[in-house]
């Protein structure tokens, strides 16, 4: 059983570059989540798809930040113009909103460092 | 807003011995749900326990219990004969089905051989 997957894992870029990242969930998982987790804190909620459709967006999304799931499988996650705040861990997570236990399963993450 | 707090930063204990950890919590909802999950270092954070807040009856697995107390928005995690393996941050979390999640500032547990 595949678990969740993410790209890449370490990320290291200049202040003012773009970035991208990816995310495969658990492959018959229809929802998928995107967290940001800074160190020694809780994960904070970005945003989440069902299907291909975006159905909430956090206000910590600013308009740097865009997240897309084109054909309801993975999901990319892209930073403009990065910023030094946006070090931080990304998390991805996905779940099947048919599930009654509504347990998210969770990615390794996707660190970034903005120097 | 949902707000989850977890006001013990780090807490230790002896291997083979018994800690809880604590988690609070404040919604205007009546049916969600409650997580603990845990985060290993460098390693993917992995579901311990739920619970319904419709279940009076507080959830077990394993060595791993909460104590649910929906007037009090109190849920705190017990764990029993704690193992070198149970050292990681815990987080508590709330969500109302298969939306958001919300997590605490989350609990380091250390383990003490």
């Known amino acids: 059983d595949t678990g969740v997957s993410q790209d890449p894992r370490h990320k290291i870029t200049k202040r003012g570059q773009n970035v991208t990242f990816r995310c495969d969930p658990i492959?018959?998982?229809?929802?998928l989540y995107w967290y940001r987790q800074t160190l020694g804190q809780g994960p904070e909620f970005l945003t989440y798809?069902?299907?291909?459709?975006?159905?909430?967006k956090s206000r910590l999304l600013s308009d740097r930040f865009s997240a897309e799931r084109p054909k309801g499988s993975f999901s990319t996650l892209e930073i403009q113009r990065t910023e030094q705040g946006d070090s931080a861990m990304y998390l991805c997570?996905?779940?099947?909103?048919?599930?009654?236990?509504?347990?998210?399963?969770f990615g390794p993450g996707t660190r970034l460092t903005v120097t | 807003a949902q707000t989850v707090t977890q006001s013990q930063p780090e807490m230790s204990v002896q291997e083979a011995e018994t800690v809880t950890l604590s988690c609070t919590y404040d919604?205007?909802?009546?049916?969600?749900?409650l997580f603990w999950y845990k985060q290993p270092p460098s390693r993917q954070m992995i579901l311990v326990i739920r619970?319904?807040?419709?279940?009076?009856q507080n959830a077990t697995e394993n060595r791993f219990s909460v104590n649910f107390q929906k007037a009090a928005k109190s849920f705190s995690l017990k764990i029993s004969d704690s193992q070198l393996g149970d050292a990681a941050m815990y987080f508590c979390a709330y969500s109302e089905g298969a939306q958001k999640l919300v997590f605490g500032q989350g609990t380091r547990l250390t383990i003490n051989p």
């Open positions: 798809f069902q299907n291909e459709a975006q159905l909430e």
């Open positions: 997570a996905s779940s099947h909103d048919r599930d009654p236990t509504y347990e998210q399963y």
């Open positions: 619970q319904e807040a419709y279940k009076q």
């Open positions: 492959s018959e998982h229809n929802r």
């Open positions: 919604t205007s909802e009546s049916d969600y749900y």
